[in-house]
């Protein structure tokens, strides 16, 4: 069924975009205590070119490593020279979703069991790296983005036919209800209990593969 919605010129985006999607009302679901995704994390910007200096080793994630909160590492390590393009970095405790297609749900966290020394972690510039605006773990973030509102209102933020995304305001505005926030520590910690579980299990499945 078509939507309509009015806009007045004064309440265009900036540059005057005209493209309908970014004024479909589904692109903010109805919640009445929450707070904007925006007063929690930042947008990670901070990234790594082939020709950047140093000895590093990066491991690189591409969008179809993030998994429905799980990030797969297949890939071996590169050095700079060999990353092929400018790579965005990410953290320990991060949480990374792609902007393309998000109907894929390539959501992940990034649990601690990937740091290691002399290795610098790094992913495509079409993830959208988060990170807290304060000491609390956002890994509860994982459960809220693929949950059904938060799905429904990021298809409906994508612009584009051929490669559709989501611009960063589609998902900065998004509100987390409080009752996401009132659970946020114990959510956090049923994530990182998950995604060691799925780690030790990859790893091991790994070692049986090379016996």
């Known amino acids: 069924m078509a939507r309509l919605a009015r806009i007045q010129v004064s309440d265009l985006a900036a540059g005057l975009v005209l493209a309908p999607e970014r004024y479909d009302p589904a692109r903010r679901p ?14 990670v910007a901070e990234g790594v070119r082939p020709d950047s200096p ?7 994630f591409d969008t179809g490593d993030a998994d ?4 797969h590492t297949e ?3 590169l050095s700079a020279s060999e990353l092929g393009s400018t790579k965005r970095l990410v953290a320990p405790g991060d949480v990374m979703i ?10 992940a966290w990034v649990d601690p069991a990937l740091a ?7 992913c495509s510039t079409e993830f959208y790296v988060l990170r807290g605006r304060d000491p609390a773990q956002i890994a509860f973030l994982v459960p809220w983005l693929l949950s059904a509102p938060i799905q429904a209102a990021l298809a409906a933020g994508q612009e584009g036919g051929h490669h559709p995304r ?3 305001s589609a998902l900065l505005e998004l509100p987390v209800g409080a009752h996401w926030l009132a ?18 299990g990859r790893q091991g499945l790994s070692r049986l593969s090379e016996s």
Do not use: I, M, N
Not at 31 to 37: A, I, K, N, S
Not at 54 to 60: E, K
Not at 192 to 198: D, E
């Open 98 to 107: 792609s902007r393309l297609r998000p109907y894929l749900r390539q959501v």
């Open 30 to 43: 109805a919640v009445l205590d929450g707070r904007p995704l925006a007063e929690l994390v930042t947008l």
């Open 116 to 122: 290691r020394e002399g290795l610098r972690l790094c």
């Open 54 to 60: 140093g000895s590093w080793q990066y491991l690189v």
């Open 166 to 168: 989501f611009d960063r």
């Open 68 to 71: 429905a909160g799980f990030l």
């Open 183 to 200: 659970r946020r520590d114990a959510l956090g910690a049923a994530v990182a209990a998950a995604v060691g579980q799925l780690r030790q």
């Open 75 to 77: 890939r071996p390590p």
